[in-house]
């Protein structure tokens, strides 16, 4: 999780605050170097350190034939949102649990980590795993999300500017929200896919780690 690749040559000025920066657990804020010490501080431009999604199938032992049937369609979904999560964003990150659960009225997706799909076959795609993915990234499910929140916008200024630089968006653009998503480019309904949608939706949701969601 820590994002704070070490540069090759540092300031000890700039380690002590990396050192404590990282000690709060808090490896997402995002920092301004001291203009007096700016211009002494000699580094090589580090790219944050690659974080990647994986994840595994809760299986049972001897599964049914709809339990079969429904891993290999989640494991189908799942693959292809998690491939286009860490092809266009390297600030997600967990190894997510996923179950099949007939109980699931729809599916769903926990900051702890877990997507639980319910027995709908309509909810087993790719634009169904891309939405819960963002909702174990801290999307709708934190207290730092509804801070962002704000009168019904999202407030956060790196998924502001990912959204603005996004071809056919411009400078006036803004991302709509609630307690649980936001809009557009959220996939929160199956007609809102195409794999442009979702390549958006996967670098707001990165962007949006960076803003501390
Ligand atoms: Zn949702």
Not at 75 to 89: G, L, R, S
Not at 134 to 157: E, P
Request: charged share 15%; aromatic share 8%; proline share 4%.
């Amino acid at each position: 999780m820590n994002r704070f690749a070490l540069p090759i040559r540092i300031t000890s000025i700039l380690l002590l605050f990396i050192a404590i920066a990282s000690n709060t657990g808090c490896n997402k804020a995002v920092t301004s170097p001291d203009p007096a010490t700016e211009n002494t501080v000699t580094t090589t431009p580090t790219p944050a350190t690659e974080a990647t999604i994986t994840w595994y199938l809760v299986r049972a032992a001897n599964p049914t034939a709809d339990q079969l049937d429904a891993y290999n369609r989640i494991t189908a979904a799942m693959n292809a949102a998690v491939t286009m999560y860490n092809q266009q964003t390297t600030y997600c990150s967990g190894n997510l649990r996923v179950e099949y659960n007939t109980g699931v009225p729809t599916a769903d997706g926990n900051v702890n980590g877990t997507i639980r799909f319910g027995a709908n076959r309509s909810y087993m795609n790719q634009r169904t795993a891309m939405h819960e993915i963002a909702h174990t990234q801290g999307i709708g499910t934190t207290s730092r999300w509804n801070q962002l929140v704000v009168n019904g916008k999202y407030t956060g200024a790196y998924a502001l500017a990912m959204l603005r630089s996004m071809v056919g968006e411009s400078p006036a653009s803004t991302l709509s929200a609630d307690g649980h998503s936001f809009w557009p480019y959220g996939l929160n309904y199956n007609n809102e896919w195409s794999t442009v949608n979702g390549q958006r939706n996967a670098r707001i949701v990165g962007a949006m780690q960076r803003d501390g969601v």
